[in-house]
């Protein structure tokens, strides 16, 4: 149950960056919102941990700014996924994945803190 409201955390956080930001939107209804949250975990589950573990000496350096590097990447990579799967979910470049990145782990947290036993894990 816990893990079906995290998705719809998710969809809510997508479609909250696609309203905000200049340079995301998402066309379709709400089946397409719901594909993109679910690639964008499952990108999040499968590849942050290896880009940070790749990253690591920089994010060190940077004092973890490059980890906003690493999220902005990873919402163009999902981005780029959804429309191979058929889901109208564009991000316009490197700023709007950056800003769409922030919102997303903004509202994320935001909302896990809402949810039964959230303590925004």
């Known amino acids: 149950m816990r893990l079906l409201l995290r998705w719809l955390a998710s969809a809510a956080a997508v479609a909250a960056a696609a309203y905000f930001v200049p340079g995301i939107r998402l066309e379709g209804g709400i089946t397409d919102l719901l594909v993109v949250a679910l690639v964008l975990g499952l990108v999040n589950a499968l590849v942050r941990p290896l880009l940070r573990w790749l990253a690591c000496g ?6 973890g700014l490059f980890l906003l590097v690493i999220n902005a990447a990873l919402l163009l990579f999902a981005a780029w996924l959804s429309r191979q799967l058929g889901v109208g979910f564009y991000v316009d470049g490197f700023m709007p994945a950056l800003f769409g990145s922030l919102i997303i782990s903004l509202v994320s947290f935001l909302i896990s803190l809402l949810l039964p036993g959230g303590d925004g894990d």
């Open 58 to 63: 920089l994010i060190v350096i940077t004092l």
